[in-house]
């Protein structure tokens, strides 16, 4: 799979942890159809490509101090810089944003380890 190929799969993993979060938690909203939904995944792919490494390496003594456990807190606040991008996207309140964090996490996990057994099988 190439460049753009794994670009796609994470916009297609991050609508769908989206469409899991906004479905699941309450006080987190996204409104509109496909298109919203595809802009607002093509906005945290982007956000997870750039600006999430740069954090991630700013923060890096905080997430070995906390055995990896201050990744959810980037996360947490990778999904609020989002929030504040993306018009169709509203989370009120932090449990919201937690618990948005946490499904989004879930779901690219088990979107990633779909997509490598599918691609180790291919080859």
Known sequence: MGFIGKIVS???SNMLALY???YLVTGFQLEGGFVPLFTTAAILTLINMFIRPVVKLLSGPFIMLTLGLFTIVVNALMLFILDKLSDP???TGYVPLLLGTLIIGVVNLLFGFGAKTVHQKET
């Open 20 to 22: 899991a979060a906004a």
């Open 89 to 91: 996207l509203t989370i």
């Open 10 to 12: 994470h916009i297609l």
